[in-house]
């Protein structure tokens, strides 16, 4: 055969299956189905990255496998296009951000394509088409008229470079995720989402779905679910302080108070304390700090005593002084904590700045080193009735104390906040709500969805922070849908996170105009079997669209508790300097250049190929060299073609055992080794010197959903029968897959010094026999005697001796 020409093969093959439609999802509903899902990327001006093949390929990967193993499969693709890149692109090169997405998708889509991946294009969805976003406002006017869509006078995080509030997700290592620019603290009226009244459920029902164990934690820890009490604490002024701790039984030892910064009784108190301009310039201070900034371990202890106001322990009628302290956050709790320094690292370090009283409530130790435990053993001291108890049983007897007297309760607390869903930018979906003086908040009727933006000169966040739409009269100014008096638009517009928290269901039905998608489309293909991404998304938009999604179950949209089964993560490529790919680092690979070179079936086998799927690998250009090596070896098999419609009696054996590995791994995310026994295969057909057409049609169905190009033309070119993709995923014979030898290693005191080729499960006596004949284990014994003999089956012999 002649040298295998990878662009020309290419090309040909991705226009036959553009022209033919070889991957669109059927509409038979009667076949079983498969729905594999990426995550849809955000279409910026870069383009893709070598690490975007990586996922894509993987999923490809299966998505060809259940293909051929005759399922009905759907495997989508879409653009994530709302968003601030795009807008600050449009800002500074005065460009629309719809022009400017537009662009960004054409470049996107062709070098995907450009890939080989077996996407449905007939299904592909924008998140910036009206058509699409119509739906994301339906949603979003279901929850306002469920009372989960309110909005809330409250302190946010304001990201002081692209001037916009952030979620408290969006808010990584104190700084903004997008942009890296400073977050400080404002008060702005915002649009809230109430996700806190679905966390119960999004615990529960990670029970009912195959997340990787590291998924399912970062959601649990997420959410934060604790057991507590919330209790009263009466103020010398006689409000009530209300503190929520999962320690109710260390109330004795609570020697002082600490209230957020924001909390709204130092404005009701201003009157009383006599120290107001100490606390207004504290009050500053905290303002121009992240959450993440505040709440760190480590930082100095600051704060700043209310003067002229105490609160009263309701256990001991004990006064104890109230600070305001930065790391306490109004969002969490109740804004206010009670301090048992004695035994909580944070307030024992506070308290040694303050010179406050620290009272040892739990016995067990030092009480400097008891700061800095867990503090959860022991017997308890200073502390009334409680004295004697242990931890455990203290906890229920303060509870029913608290209740008894009317001073507090059992509760349940969580760490997730409400969903902070208000953006002050334009390129984002509007809210459908208009404000009226005399109805008050009132939503669009659902007739005049979609609600498009309207062009503007500027896309410049304005100065005081609000969204360009609220220069626009002829926008904001409008009548209400109820009364038809005068009203006003939302000039704030939704995150980028709204449009990804259900697009997975528009797939199912993407041209639908009269609901999201149609409820046989969404029986038959939901919920998504097996949906691969990003680690780093697993804490905002998995918990997002999870919400989304069990809202629409509520409400009789969809008919799955969940969203997503099988929920799996990819690690990232790395430069060839082992660092993360960066522009300034120099360090970046374009995938563009690389299929030039080598050809799409070599990048996505090299990808394949380059480590474990669910880790961090370097880019290495001799390894991918490795690979389009392999691959010339298989094209070469065309010229060792010989007749036979079945495995020749020296392949047998081996053609099942490849089969059963490549099988297994594909669905364990195992695909290097997969490549690697099929590269094992090749060494032994080359060594025999021929292969027959049943060893080569096998071959090339398995090699298929990792390099479809060169396959599927060698299959046509040699007739093998038909067309690749529409054949059948070869099976093996569960008795030809097992080993007759199995290679033991043989130590001596836990160090190898020989190997043994034995059958498998042989007896424990005949493996010592031989074990003990081998010259090298011979020589190491000389002079030692054997005090212990370990036999693992099929694994190893180790002789401790001495």
Not at 72 to 96: C, Q, R, S
Not at 178 to 204: F, N, P
Not at 389 to 406: P, Q
Not at 707 to 718: C, F, G, I, L
Request: net charge negative.
């Amino acid at each position: 055969m002649s040298k295998y020409d990878f662009t020309a093969i290419e090309k040909k093959w991705q226009k036959y299956w553009e022209e033919h439609h070889t991957f669109a999802a059927g509409t038979d509903y009667s076949k079983p189905k498969f729905y594999a899902l990426v995550e849809f990327p955000y279409p910026s001006g870069q383009g893709l990255h070598i690490g975007h093949p990586r996922p894509y390929t993987a999923m490809d990967i299966v998505s060809r496998k259940r293909r051929l193993e005759g399922y009905n499969v759907l495997f989508p693709m879409g653009w994530d296009a709302f968003g601030l890149p795009t807008e600050n692109y449009a800002i500074k090169n005065k460009i629309h951000p719809a022009i400017v997405t537009k662009n960004n998708i054409a470049h996107f889509k062709a070098q995907l394509q450009s890939l080989g991946l077996s996407f449905d294009w007939d299904r592909e969805i924008n998140t910036t088409d009206p058509e699409y976003f119509k739906w994301t406002q339906w949603i979003f006017l279901q929850m306002f008229k469920k009372g989960l869509a309110y909005k809330k006078e409250m302190s946010v995080n304001w990201c002081t470079s692209c001037k916009v509030v952030l979620a408290n997700e969006e808010v990584v290592g104190g700084v903004c995720e997008r942009c890296g620019g400073e977050v400080i603290h404002k008060v702005k009226s915002q649009w809230m989402l109430k996700i806190t009244e679905y966390a119960q459920r999004l615990l529960d029902d990670l029970a009912e779905v195959n997340y990787l164990d590291k998924i399912k934690a970062t959601q649990i820890n997420w959410i934060g679910r604790s057991t507590g009490a919330e209790v009263d604490f009466t103020t010398t002024t006689g409000e009530t302080l209300t503190v929520y701790t999962t320690r109710p039984d260390t109330l004795f030892g609570a020697t002082y108070m600490v209230i957020s910064p924001e909390h709204p009784y130092i404005e009701k108190w201003a009157d009383k304390l006599s120290n107001m301009e100490e606390i207004r310039a504290y009050q500053e201070k905290a303002a121009r700090k992240s959450d993440f900034e505040r709440t760190e371990m480590a930082k100095d202890k600051t704060g700043v005593e209310l003067k002229g106001i105490r609160a009263i322990n309701p256990v001991n009628g004990r006064e104890i002084p109230i600070f305001i302290s930065d790391y306490v956050l109004m969002t969490y709790g109740t804004g206010a904590i009670m301090a048992v320094p004695a035994h909580d690292t944070r307030d024992y370090d506070f308290a040694k700045v303050f010179h406050l009283p620290i009272i040892e409530v739990v016995a067990g130790g030092d009480i400097e080193k008891e700061a800095f435990t867990d503090c959860a053993t022991g017997k308890m001291v200073n502390s009334g009735f409680l004295d004697g108890l242990s931890v455990e049983e203290a906890k229920v007897k303060i509870k029913e104390w608290l209740k008894e007297n009317g001073k507090g309760h059992e509760k349940v607390n969580y760490k997730l906040r409400d969903w902070v869903f208000s953006r002050q930018r334009y390129w984002g979906e509007p809210i459908p709500i208009v404000y009226c003086e005399k109805c008050g908040y009132v939503p669009l009727p659902e007739s005049e969805l979609p609600l498009t933006l309207p062009e503007v000169d500027s896309y410049m966040p304005t100065d005081n922070g609000e969204s360009p739409l609220s220069t626009l009269d002829s926008f904001i100014n409008t009548t209400c849908p109820h009364c038809g008096g005068p009203a006003k638009r939302e000039t704030d517009t939704m995150p980028q996170w709204a449009g990804s928290s259900w697009y997975y269901l528009r797939y199912c039905d993407p041209k639908n105009k009269e609901c999201l998608a149609s409820k046989e489309a969404l029986d038959y293909w939901m919920p998504v079997d097996w949906y691969n991404g990003g680690m780093e998304h697993t804490t905002l938009h998995l918990l997002y669209s999870r919400f989304w999604h069990k809202f629409l179950y509520d409400i009789g949209a969809v008919s799955q508790k969940e969203p997503y089964m099988r929920r799996t993560s990819h690690g990232m490529i790395l430069g060839e300097d082992g660092q993360k790919m960066s522009k300034s680092r120099g360090n970046v690979i374009n995938p563009d250049e690389v299929v030039a070179q080598y050809g799409a079936d070599t990048l996505r086998l090299y990808e394949m190929f380059i480590g474990d799927f669910e880790k961090t690998a370097p880019w290495s250009p001799s390894s991918i060299r490795g690979c389009k090596r392999f691959l010339d070896r298989v094209w070469a098999l065309q010229d060792m073609l010989t007749d036979g419609e079945e495995y020749r009696p020296e392949t047998r054996a081996l053609m099942h055992k490849t089969i059963k590995k490549v099988s297994e791994d594909i669905e364990n995310l195992k695909f290097n080794t997969a490549i690697a026994s099929m590269m094992a295969l090749i060494n032994e057909i080359y060594a025999l010197g021929s292969i027959n057409r049943a060893e080569l049609r096998t071959l090339l169905l398995l090699l298929n959903p990792f390099a479809p190009h060169m396959t599927e033309e060698m299959y046509e070119v040699q007739n093998l029968g038909g067309v690749l993709n529409e054949q059948k995923w070869p099976t093996f014979d569960p008795a030809l897959c097992v080993d007759e030898m199995v290679e033991l290693v043989v130590q001596i005191n836990g160090k190898v010094r020989s190997k043994l080729q034995v059958p498998v499960d042989s007896a424990q006596a005949d493996v010592l026999e031989k074990a003990k004949a081998e010259p090298k284990i011979q020589d190491a014994l000389q002079g030692k005697q054997i005090v212990k003999e370990i036999y693992v089956q099929n694994k190893l012999v180790n002789f401790v001796a001495k």
